[in-house]
């Protein structure tokens, strides 16, 4: 089966960086969009980024300029480089990622476990 594992998460100061890490693993045919969704306490889930299979990146307005989203496409693998990082940035970040199992002909929605960002002093 396919699976998504995270990591790179922790406690960090105000302005400092971290790097999360989503691995697919698995009998995976082909990636197509891989993204990264944060949900703070008492808040929804909301897109940080996205790296598309095609076309662009893009970043949501709140950490442009901050955070940079990146793909290695021989290790099915996607970044998510924090920089500058904010109190408001505490959440569980999630890497989210449509691919297709070998094998199949469709399409589906996985998604990590989680790893907890905590920007604090």
């Known amino acids: 089966q396919v699976q998504l594992v995270e990591s790179g998460g922790g406690l960090v100061q105000p302005g400092g960086s971290l790097r999360l890490s989503c691995a697919a693993s698995?009998?995976?045919?082909?990636?197509?969009?891989m993204s990264w969704y944060r949900q703070a306490p008492g808040k929804e889930r909301e897109l940080v980024a996205r790296?598309?299979?095609?076309?662009?990146?893009t970043v949501v307005d709140s950490v442009k300029g901050r955070f940079t989203i990146s793909k290695d496409n021989a290790k099915n693998t996607a970044y998510l480089q924090m920089n500058s990082l904010k109190p408001e940035d505490t959440a569980v970040y999630y890497c989210?990622?449509?691919?297709?199992?070998?094998?199949?002909?469709?399409?589906?929605?996985?998604w990590g476990q989680g790893t907890q960002v905590i920007v604090s002093s």
């Open positions: 790296f598309p299979r095609l076309g662009s990146t």
């Open positions: 989210n990622a449509q691919i297709t199992p070998l094998g199949t002909s469709y399409l589906n929605d996985y």
């Open positions: 698995g009998r995976i045919f082909s990636i197509n969009d």
